[in-house]
């Protein structure tokens, strides 16, 4: 999806909150917000949200000089999740739905996202967890999704923050592992799941982890590795977790499954739901693909 | 008060809600807001928000060609407040404590402010009345106010919004009128009361009204008219109403009244209290020459 004039505000307020976020000085925060400032004015709309996100955050480390500013709160966050983590993986094995348990838990980590909101407590994660657990929600896709998981032979599985790495080890060990590979980010931007975080959460032990190249939030595609785009473009199933791969994935002609929590109403109307709305969206090209599958 | 960073993201977002308020298209909104992020890019912090929302508000009559964008929004809330008018005039001369009601409903009318929030109707303004009236608010300096006019002789009373100067009509009416001047822009911007709308709220048949000779929000006196600055240095009283006079006068060293509602939250630290508040303030200025009145 392309950037809106309604972004525009939120990216500088994005990029004050960070820098804050990250222990800028006053002084810091200045020169972030300038320099957005001048960036935001001549910004290609049609480049999608994350395109300016990955500016943003670039001006931040050069300006904080720190390579990973985020470091802190992703530890925190992988801790907390970790801790939480034994828990629900006893809830899914003992649930007679265990996919849907797990896409549950995936959507509820996906709120473990300091991109959007920065205060965000333990108290607040379990009360996230309640609700994606008991929220009345439209599950017929979850068959759909199964089915996809099935006839796939090559899954991609796109991370999105650390912290939520977590839930989704918890997603992907309820798909068969020998045919999934996840992908995180190729160097830090904001909280978003880098190797170490792959590793810290275990997520490497359970299938094979690679990188997509990029400093950017979400996939965009044109700035990940060579590798990674081959191993894109020869997956016959894409999971993509998280605002970011939806804002950069949404138009690309793949066979991607969704998975978010929608937390800001430019998304909201471009998926048109509601803010705080579960996502499990198919995209368009997967449909075209089963209709030729259908035709064979 | 000087403009803060925090401030930097909420020029953005009603720079974009003003041009999409006075019917700006999208290519005229996404005009204003690429000059906007430019101007707020080399903004000097040190002055007042008003001095960039006046920089904003230039942007948008130029670029949409608009002398006055936001007329038949005043118009609309001039009426709206006219026929409130006979019940409240009504009210407070039955009220065992007019001086204070009216002030009450002067901070009321404070809420019609188009330059903060773009979505207010008819109920809104109600409810807004009745709170106000009903709200347990410390009074104490109402006796303070009473007697800075009755020892005034020359009181200037700084006129915010239109829709609003009727509800100061109200106040201004429960004051020696014959010492009282009122004061409006000397040129549209935003929903600011200009000369026109002091004569549509009737308050040109009650007190002397004249123009500050900008077209800046609140009252950046290096910008008004030699005359005008004159008259506010000869003032032995001025009532600043409104969010924009409190920004713009609160380091003045003047005998200055403000009464507000409390809109910002950076309005908010910088006078110690939460947003939302109803304020009558005395500055610091005033106390001084309370002091010196003592020690004559």
């Known amino acids: 999806m392309q950037s809106y004039l309604d972004c525009v505000p939120c990216f500088v307020r994005q990029a004050l909150e960070a820098a804050r976020l990250v222990g800028g000085?006053?002084?810091?925060?200045?020169?972030?917000?300038?320099?957005?400032?001048?960036?935001?004015?001549?910004?290609?709309?049609?480049?999608?949200?994350?395109?300016?996100?990955?500016?943003?955050h670039r001006v931040i480390r050069q300006v904080t000089g720190k390579d990973d500013p985020y470091k802190e709160i992703k530890q925190k966050f992988n801790a907390l999740a970790l801790r939480l983590y034994p828990d629900l993986k006893r809830l899914i094995a003992g649930s007679a739905k265990p996919l849907e348990i797990a896409v549950r838990l995936a959507i509820a980590g996906n709120i473990i996202d300091f991109g959007v909101s920065s205060s965000l407590d333990v108290a607040e994660v379990e009360r996230v967890i309640d609700d994606s657990l008991t929220a009345d929600w439209d599950t017929s896709l979850i068959e759909d999704f199964a089915a996809a998981v099935k006839e796939a032979s090559r899954i991609l599985y796109l991370c999105d923050n650390a912290g939520e790495i977590v839930f989704d080890r918890l997603l992907v060990e309820q798909l068969p592992c020998e045919k999934v590979t996840c992908v995180v980010k190729g160097s830090p931007v904001i909280n978003d799941a880098t190797?170490?975080?792959?590793?810290?959460?275990?997520?490497?032990?359970?299938?094979?982890?690679?990188?997509?190249?990029?400093?950017?939030?979400?996939?965009?595609?044109?700035?990940?590795?060579?590798?990674?785009?081959r191993r894109f473009d020869e997956a016959d199933l894409i999971i993509a977790k998280g605002q970011g791969n939806y804002e950069t994935l949404s138009d690309v002609d793949r066979n991607i499954f969704f998975i978010l929590k929608v937390k800001c109403?430019?998304?909201?109307?471009?998926?048109?739901?509601?803010?705080?709305?579960?996502?499990?969206?198919?995209?368009?090209?997967?449909?075209?693909?089963?209709?030729l599958v259908k035709g064979d």
């Open 195 to 229: 190797m170490e975080d792959a590793k810290i959460s275990g997520l490497t032990e359970v299938v094979e982890v690679t990188e997509n190249g990029s400093d950017n939030p979400g996939t965009i595609l044109e700035t990940c590795s060579a590798g990674f785009r």
């Open 265 to 291: 109403p430019v998304i909201a109307r471009h998926l048109g739901c509601e803010v705080g709305t579960m996502i499990l969206r198919k995209s368009k090209a997967f449909d075209n693909v089963a209709d």
């Open 25 to 56: 000085n006053e002084q810091a925060c200045e020169q972030v917000v300038r320099q957005v400032l001048g960036l935001a004015a001549e910004m290609d709309l049609n480049q999608s949200p994350p395109a300016m996100g990955g500016k943003i």
